[in-house]
């Protein structure tokens, strides 16, 4: 075989093998990476990845994480999509966003609520705003001033004060991301506190509606009224937050932009409100109101009344 001929035949296999490898680019570049917070995850992202891949067949991969992964590693770059159950965070004394927080956009999505759970054969039916606040700075410390038994409590928190959990109670209950909470227990994440709380008699957290759902736990009203579905969009549940979804600001991936829109399209609203998760814009008036609360809690940040 002669020189020019071995050229030939190695050509031809290039080219035969070309469409393969460019089919396996095509694969590549449709897989797209999620990290976030699992209350995001249970609220739709799950059922929503799975109507996705059965529509377009891009696979979305789950990385978990928290919110504020899901914010960090989309500024980062480590994945393509982010979900979180908090805003970015504001540096107060420099009026700008955290610099590991930076170059990401925010789209809200739906709306979540934060929900008071405790152990499914606790006796007590509901509970106050006003007891909230008083159970978390170490005033109400006996099931008894809950209208309980007569046993101490034991109140589980999340470790840290930028959880998206832990940022949202500080915000719309107390108005001071800076709040300190008297607590029996610290853990790191929402899990172990969920499971914390099936597992004891005299416990009692705050999680996300989602999450909480879908455990053996009792969810108790707020002011009398529950965290359904309805009271949560008509804005008569107090404990209500947006959910968004995390892009980079340069982003230039178009199955990302087609992902987003799907999620924010009627296809996606309707696996949200299948699973019980409100729209956006299903509730979009709401939005006023969460913006009042994030201005005082950022007013009382910074010193201000």
Known sequence: M?????????GSLFLMILPSLSAM??????????AGCGIS????????ASAYKKKTGVEIDFKGGGATKGIRQVASREVTIGGTCRHVIEDPEKYMTLPEERRVKLTPVAWDALAVIV??????????????????????TNWKQLGGKDEPIELYVRKGKISG??????ELVFNNYEQEFTATHVVNSSGPLEKAIIE???GIGITGI?????????ILPLNGKAPSYENIKLGEYLLYRPLYMV????????????????????????????????????AIDLWLKYLDQQNRALARGLGKK
């Open 2 to 10: 002669t020189f020019f001929h071995k050229l030939t035949v190695i």
């Open 41 to 48: 995850k249970n609220a739709f992202m799950a059922e929503m």
């Open 165 to 170: 959990v832990g940022r949202t109670l500080r």
């Open 119 to 140: 152990h499914k054969d606790n006796p007590v039916e509901n509970i106050t705003m006003a007891q909230v606040r008083e159970l978390y700075t170490g005033q109400i």
């Open 247 to 282: 892009t980079h600001l340069q982003e230039k991936n178009s199955e990302v932009n087609k992902f987003i829109n799907f999620v924010m399209g009627p296809e996606g609203k309707q696996v949200m409100r299948g699973v019980g998760t409100v729209p956006y814009e299903d």
């Open 210 to 218: 989602s999450s909480a759902r879908k455990i053996p736990v009792k």
């Open 200 to 202: 004891n008699p005299r």
């Open 25 to 34: 680019a095509s694969v590549e570049t449709k897989k797209l990476t999620w």
